[in-house]
């Protein structure tokens, strides 16, 4: 990570006034990579805001930090003040504005100059002024940390920034189970682990925090709402606004759902429809080479990894699933060969 020698010598300077955003429905490594840099940041003596367009999961809110950020979608004033009077607007685990729902038009009109940090692909580069951007990496918290170390100031990471960065990393990873086609995760947890971190308390924070809906969620949405199509080697999973609402649902309480069905042996496709107010939202995963991301770009508005991505749909649940449904004849070979 080449870092230029203006914004180099103007994070030492401190001083700036530094605004940080990330995505919409932020996830572990939106927040982690957000407050992580948020913390150096702070540190090294700048005026610093983060902003998410709206809140975090439960789970996540315990991270240090996290109480301080401004939400869009309850402060939208506050947020685009402080989007207006920024010097640099440090874009996080996104590269494409629309990305940051309501936030992205007055992101684009800002005058602060944008700097990507980003690990998925197809950025759209004529919308950032310095770009970060690396899709080998597992999350943009292993590219924080980069920036970070190649600002040579790894030795000041303690342990709010250590326990900010792991959860990303963690969390983008499945606990290291994929996205970890370098040592540069294990490396980097392991200075993380000199820095103060406690692994086993953020583990537990972050996969032992249930509340007893969601696991009553979880227990409804396999035993009843779960679909395998063994021809197709697909299984997906469909949750509609009766069950969500008989759960009592809480932003992210589906979170690593849709991982269940991929896990189904045999499986490589696999899908979760969740309602949401005016769409669908669709999480996809796979495995070996069926590119989920070109499957959401292509048809559902989204986008993400070749093996974990996203994508919405506008019309109803079972409009929805008669598209999928149709959509996996036109894929049936493919899924076939894999």
Known sequence: MLINNDLTQDVHQGGKNIVIVSHQNPD???????LGLMHYLLKKKHLVQAIMPGASPDFLQWLPGSDNIVLYDKKSK????LIKEAEYIFCLDFNEMSR??????????????????DHHPFPRLDQFDIVFSNTEVSSTCE?????IDNLGDKDIINREIAETLYTGIMTDTGSFSYSCKHEGPFLITAELIKAGLDVRKVNDLVYN??????????????NSCLTVLPDYRTAYIALDADDLQRYDYQPGDTEGLVNYALSIKGVIFAALFSYRKDLIRISFRSKNDFAVNEFAGKHFEGGGHR???GGNSFLSMDETLSKFLNLLDEYATQLRDK
């Open 28 to 34: 572990g490594d939106a927040i982690g990579s957000s």
């Open 78 to 81: 506050q947020a685009r003040r």
């Open 100 to 117: 940051t729902d309501k936030m992205g038009h007055y992101l684009k009109e800002a005058t602060g100059k944008k700097i990507m940090i």
């Open 209 to 222: 925090t249930n509340t007893e809906m969601k696991i009553r969620l979880l227990g409804h949405a396999l």
């Open 143 to 147: 590219l924080v940390y980069q920036f």
């Open 307 to 309: 093996n974990a991505a």
